[in-house]
């Protein structure tokens, strides 16, 4: 009966499909930017009287290191939004990943009410920057599945539409395109419909969340390019180039942090871009988050790292008095130091170290949590 086996050959030997590479949630690069903006913010919110201008607020036309802060952390945001939207598409259907990311934005803009509201001492409904954040955030989540092409067109028109916007439309009782500290059209809208509506600062939000969806353009990128040489390069030098044009788009119009000018955006979210290139290089290998620890434990909790410093001066710093005289504790804090031939900066030293700490706690103690019961 050989030839029956003959007849019929053997069966092509089965070979199992071929799984997909696991997405990677989070990655050393991206942590490191977000951590070392919360650490700058808690230095600039903290420094001395005697602080150099850099770690101040810019004048009109000029942005210094403490205005190119809060749009790192915002791109940063935006990466780790766009690197959590890919992995969710494995794992999750989009509702499910949505509802989650409208609970953050939730939390944010939930918090900017308390926090705003305890600064003031009564309840306070505006749009402050943890407010204008949690928008930003929920607004990109919409978008961070969809093609990082389309993502960066609309991230550049919402810059265009918005300077068009500014020049074109002038203010009252001058000429067309005026654009200057004391007279701008954003000014100019802001105070006269958005303020009385509780709405101030409202087209910031542009400019906020342009500079997020750049951010989940480099978030894409992460998922394209796996070497961290190519990736790094990759995205510092877009973030130069953006930074230029920035810089080219302020002979025309100024970059202010004051109104979020498209230029400013620009230019802030490219600098941030380049920083993150070199934070790639730097620290997205196997081990990176040893190296890179010290800062990017800050990045456990943004809400917490931004919410959590603010809430403490409102409501202990600027409350609570010292044991002998009538200075309230932070004032009376600063002062001892002070008298006492301390350096000044000592009691900045203080208030990050006291917050690092407490990140590091949060750290471990998430980590333990998520090795305990399996979680991502």
Known sequence: MAYIADAYPAPNPVVAPKTPPPVKVRFASI????????????????????????????????????????PALILGIGAGLA????????????????????????????????????????????????????LAY???????????????????????????WVRLTPVPNTLPGTFDEHSNIIR???????????????????????????????????????????????????????????????????MTATWWTSSYALFA?????????????????????????????????VLLGLAGPPLLKALVLDNWRMPVGDENLGKGLQQLVTQHGTYPWMYTLAIVLFWWFVMVIAYHRRKWVKEKYGLD
């Open 31 to 70: 942590d490191a930017l977000k951590g070392l903006a919360i650490l700058a913010l808690w230095i600039v919110n903290s420094a001395p009287t005697t602080a150099p201008d850099w770690l101040r607020p810019g004048h009109w036309g000029h942005p210094t290191f403490a205005d190119m802060i809060f």
């Open 83 to 134: 690197v959590y939207a890919e992995f969710s598409k494995t794992t999750t259907h989009f509702g499910t990943y949505f509802l989650r990311c409208a609970s953050r934005a939730f939390w944010l803009i939930l918090f900017g009410v308390i926090v705003a509201s305890a600064i003031a001492r009564r309840p306070v409904l505006g749009l402050g920057a943890l407010q204008l954040l949690g």
């Open 138 to 164: 929920l607004i990109n989540a919409l978008l961070a599945r969809t093609h990082l092409i389309f993502r960066g067109f609309v991230a550049e028109g919402m810059l265009l539409a918005f300077y068009a």
């Open 188 to 254: 100019y809208v802001n105070d006269l419909t958005l303020a009385p509506q509780g709405l101030s600062g409202l087209f910031a939000l542009i400019s906020i969340t342009s500079i997020m969806m750049m951010g989940t353009v480099a978030g894409s990128v992460y998922q394209m390019e796996d070497n961290r040489f190519k990736r790094g390069i990759i995205i510092a030098l877009t973030g130069a180039t953006l930074a230029f044009f920035g810089w080219l788009w302020s002979l025309d119009l100024a």
């Open 269 to 301: 979210a490219g600098i941030a871009g380049a920083v993150l290139g070199l934070f790639i290089i730097a620290f997205d290998f196997d081990d990176g988050h040893k190296f890179s620890y010290p800062i990017m434990v800050t990045s456990t909790c």
